[in-house]
């Protein structure tokens, strides 16, 4: 294999986020950008990469499939020895992380901005997971971004581009591309998860329908092959499955603004009894009924609280359970209750690798629509629609086709009225400039620098308030400045975060809560619950003030 030693030079700002490297497309695009940030990765792993196999594969957004053809070049050149990429540079993300530990690799790279619009204007993205599946920790991206300010060659193998259509071998000397088909091997850990046998029966029901949304990007293939191949549902209930470069010019992010038309079918008077749908990535998920939205805080506490009856792979009951800390605590009293360990981590799937690595986590989620299992290291959407399928299959496998069937709202209700209800909701305000945003954070860090507990603010008083800090118990790692908490005395929250996935200008996230066990309570809405603490959070923050900005771009 002859490789070429291409000088560069670093780019600036090449530092990871939330959830990997994310920029606009067009800088992606600049001479060298992603091979110099592949570069560096590789200098920081050092020699272990050398005679490894790496699984790559991406969300099918514009410029993946070049990607690929430099990432295939440089893994040739830095010495791995075999590269596993998806069919048309395919993978979802949850797919990778399955891939990757049952093909026991090395590790491997997702081209992917996840729920981040798509195409030449919009963006780009890539992530390092590890061999467990998991997304890299933050000491080796701490060293990546270290690599970037001072990479200087790139090893190059002097290789053609490979025919990325057809599923099947190349080699090239020592080193060899394989294409696969993406689903394959996710489809057989699900298959390990879930009663497969029970959800078709249940699926064939016809007093039960479902529409899943694939949001034109990439869980179309994959909801195809599963919900439809192997479960035995209709074609027709996927809807956008086809991927597309720009997700046909939308926003793939599964919540109630961006899944406008989901919603529109799940609120009109004829709607199927289910629906789905997952972002860019195939790592979110939104779960709603008719008429009904489940927030993902209370998906996880539900799914938590189900699991052992209703998944298989859960029969042996929960190792533990574990949620991002701005997500409700929906999950801390299912914990209690189940009497199984409980972690609070930051936001961020690459917290949770390492608890479930040591076994102390089988079930985890975020409010931001993530939900999962330790059958893999990653977010997963359409593990969350299965479980909650298999919920729904399980409440009605006595119920008579034809008979009341128990639905999502059912569910949830049952839920709220065993637990109480963590009333929850997340503003973003997307896109401030960064200075406003950057102001406000200090204005609020000075508040709880001089705030003591009994401190009132409106009606609340206060417990406690911090920066949130978290030191991970396997590893002792730790990680600072995730959150600025208002904790009140009534257990009710608020948090302010700015977000670490964006590519221009700064987005403030902005999450209350408030619990109820009033059981005239329950059913009010999320909004009209949460107002009151809503104004105290706008007041304390200035929010109006340091942003111009009167209301949220999106609310959940
Ligand atoms: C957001 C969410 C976070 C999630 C991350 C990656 O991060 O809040 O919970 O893990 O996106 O999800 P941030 O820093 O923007 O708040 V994905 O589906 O974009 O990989
Ligand atoms: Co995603």
């Keep these: ?19 990997g490297l994310r920029k606009k497309t067009k800088d992606f695009m600049q001479e060298n950008y992603l091979a110099n940030w592949i570069q560096s990765l590789f200098n920081a792993l050092g020699d272990e990469v050398k005679g490894q196999s790496l699984g790559l594969g991406g969300d099918g957004r514009y410029f993946g499939k070049e990607a690929a053809q430099i990432i295939i070049k440089l893994a040739a050149g830095n010495g ?13 993300t949850p797919a990778a992380s399955a891939m990757i530990r049952r093909r026991k690799l090395y590790g491997g790279l997702i081209m992917s901005a996840s729920h981040n619009p798509g195409g030449p204007d919009n963006d780009f993205g890539i992530k390092f997971n590890y061999s467990g599946g998991e997304p890299a920790p933050e000491r080796i991206t701490d060293k990546i971004f270290g690599e970037t300010t001072k990479v200087a060659t790139l090893n190059m193998a002097d290789i053609p581009d490979i025919d990325l259509s057809k599923v099947g071998v190349t080699k090239f000397g020592d080193f060899e591309v394989e294409v696969v ?16 046998g029970l959800l078709r029966s249940f699926l064939a ?72 749908a997952s972002d860019g990535d195939g790592d979110r998920n939104m779960i709603l009924g008719h008429k009904f939205f489940v927030n993902p805080s209370d998906s996880v506490a539900i ?16 190792k533990g359970v574990a949620r991002s800390m701005p997500t409700s605590g929906a999950l801390d009293r299912v914990a209690a209750d189940l009497q199984v360990p409980f972690f609070e981590t930051p936001t961020g799937w690459k917290f949770f ?11 985890c989620g975020e409010e931001s629509f993530g939900t999962g299992g330790d059958h893999i290291r990653e977010k997963d959407g359409i593990f969350a629609v299965l479980s909650w399928l298999s919920i729904l299959a399980f409440a009605n496998k006595d119920v008579p086709e034809g008979g009341r069937l128990t639905t999502v709202q059912d569910v949830a209700i049952a ?21 406003d945003a950057n102001k406000m954070m200090d204005h609020l860090r000075a508040i709880i620098a001089a705030a003591k507990p009994g401190d009132k603010f409106g009606d609340f008083v206060l417990a406690t308030a911090d920066d949130f800090e978290y030191t991970d118990p396997i590893d002792g790692s730790k990680a600072s400045k995730q959150g600025l908490r208002f904790i ?32 005239s309570k329950l059913m009010l809405d999320a909004q009209e619950a949460l107002a009151p603490i809503v104004k105290v959070a706008l007041e304390v923050s200035k929010l109006q003030e340091f942003t111009s900005r009167t209301s949220p771009t999106v609310i959940t």
């Design 181 to 196: 088909d993406p689903v394959a091997d996710y489809l057989a850990t699900l298959s390990e998860v879930f009663d497969f």
């Design 415 to 435: 839920h709220w009225k065993k637990y109480g209800r963590n009333f929850f909701s997340r503003y973003d305000y997307e896109e401030c400039a960064d200075a």
């Design 488 to 519: 009140f005395t009534d257990g009710s929250r608020i948090i302010f975060r700015l977000s670490g996935t964006g590519s221009s200008g700064s987005t403030i996230r902005l999450y209350i809560e408030q619990y109820t066990a009033d059981p």
């Design 353 to 363: 690798g390492n608890l479930m690595d040591a076994g102390k986590c089988s079930v």
């Design 1 to 19: 294999l002859n490789v070429k030693q291409v000088p560069t030079k670093p780019y600036e700002g090449q530092k990871t986020g939330t959830s």
């Design 205 to 276: 029901r016809k007093d039960f329908s479902l529409v899943f949304d694939a949001m034109h990007a990439v869980t179309g293939p994959y909801a195809k092959r599963i919900l439809v191949e192997e479960l035995g549902a209709p074609a027709s209930c996927v809807k956008d499955g086809v991927p597309s470069p720009d997700f046909n010019g939308g926003h793939p992010d599964p919540n109630l603004t961006y899944a406008e038309e989901l919603v529109k079918i799940m609120w009109a008077e004829q709607a199927p009894a289910f629906g789905a």
């Design 303 to 318: 799914i938590a609280a189900n699991a052992q009856a209703c998944i298989p792979y859960f029969k042996g009951g929960l």
């Design 80 to 92: 791995f020895k075999k590269v596993v990429v998806g069919q048309d540079a395919l993978m979802a």
